[in-house]
């Protein structure tokens, strides 16, 4: 070997020992990795042990047997999902109620904040933030009865108050199903939008104060502002909101169908989803294999649709893509 050669061996760095990287991880990001610890086991009981009850939905359940023993009946379970006369009615409720809850949120929700935003009083802007975000808190049998008071027949506000001002004659809201798709995305709205804003006015709180003092100085207006600042900027929050909520559109607030609507049989044509037909149909026949089979559907679809809609994002623009 020349001396070049031995020179050369001599300042060529020495391999580490194999996993010293590792070690060397472990030892800096320790502290870290234990603090993860709880919420991976809370992740892996909550989430993961739980999918072994997706072999429900192909079997026949026999309680004696319990779920391993239980007799292999394939797809039987699915079949009852869209074998039925009204499988095409709880489907087409439940993707159009969804679909209409995303968009009437998303417009709603993104106007209050940019208004909140712009509040000079941060008194002011506090106190309707808190008044937006309480009805989040209700439950849906709270809700029904905020809901029943208002359209009521005999006594609520809506038939005695506002239509007799008007000469109008009282309805029977709870009769009347064609009234109820648009009387649900109201109540969602007001459920749902405080939880929304609040989400979007934190991402619009963020937004680097110079672009705005930028377009001041260029004369822009505030509508200017917000069409080339803050919706452009907006933008990755909204795709991933949306797309959270794209992945839950074969499930239905099962509150908000049932509880609110009262569970009225008139109103089924345009109330009944998927959540609502399954609880009905096992709380008549207690078909557990058939409930589990339609909570598998959801979840599948769901799973499509979020990878489905990220494609497409990606495709416009990667960089607002969920992943």
Same mark, same amino acid.
């Given at each position: 070997m020349t001396a070049n050669a031995e020179a050369a061996a001599l300042a060529r760095p020495r391999a580490a020992p194999r996993g010293a @990287?590792?070690?060397?991880?472990? +030892?800096? =990001? /320790?502290m870290l990795y234990l603090m993860m610890l709880p919420t991976i086991a809370l992740v892996i009981l909550? #989430?993961?042990?739980?999918m072994f009850g997706v072999l429900i939905a192909f079997k026949k359940?026999?309680? &004696?047997?319990?779920?391993?023993?239980?007799?292999?009946? /394939? =797809?039987? #379970? =699915?079949? =009852?999902?869209?074998? %039925? %006369?009204?499988?095409?009615?709880? %489907?087409r409720n439940t993707i159009l109620y969804n679909a209409a809850f995303i968009a009437t949120n998303l417009a709603v929700a993104i106007a209050f904040a940019i208004m909140l935003n712009e509040l000079r009083s941060r008194v002011l802007a506090k106190f309707f933030q808190s008044a937006m975000f309480l009805p989040y808190f209700l439950s849906a049998v709270v809700v029904?009865?905020?809901?029943?008071a208002m359209l009521g027949e005999e006594n609520g506000f809506v038939n005695n !108050?506002? $239509?007799?001002? $008007?000469?109008?004659?009282?309805?029977?809201?709870? +009769? &009347?199903? #064609?009234?109820?798709?648009? $009387?649900?995305?109201?109540? #969602? *709205?007001w459920k749902n !939008? @405080?939880?929304?804003? !609040?989400?979007?006015?934190?991402?619009? !709180?963020?937004?680097? &104060? &110079?672009?705005?003092? *930028?377009?001041?100085i260029d004369g822009a207006s505030k509508r200017k502002q917000m069409t080339s600042i803050t919706l452009p900027l907006l933008m990755p929050v909204i795709v991933i909101m949306t797309l959270l909520q794209i992945g839950r559109i074969f499930y239905a607030d099962f509150g908000l169908f049932f509880q609110v609507t009262l569970d009225t049989g008139a109103l089924y044509p345009t109330t009944n989803v998927i959540d609502t037909y399954v609880y009905r149909s096992f709380m008549v026949m207690g078909d557990i294999g058939m409930s589990s089979a339609a909570g598998l559907y959801q979840a599948a679809v769901g799973l499509v649709l979020v990878f489905g809609s990220n494609y497409v994002v990606k495709k416009i623009n990667r960089d607002n893509a969920l992943f």
């Open positions: @990287g590792r070690r060397r991880r472990a +030892a800096r =990001f /320790g909550n #989430n993961y042990l739980p359940i026999n309680y &004696e047997q319990g779920i391993l023993g239980s007799p292999w009946v /394939g =797809f039987e #379970n =699915f079949k =009852f999902l869209f074998a %039925t %006369t009204d499988a095409w009615v709880i %489907t029904s009865y905020l809901v029943f !108050v506002l $239509l007799k001002a $008007l000469g109008i004659d009282p309805i029977s809201w709870y +009769a &009347e199903p #064609n009234a109820w798709p648009f $009387l649900l995305p109201i109540i #969602n *709205a !939008v @405080g939880y929304y804003s !609040v989400v979007y006015l934190a991402a619009i !709180v963020g937004i680097d &104060e &110079e672009y705005y003092e *930028a377009a001041l």
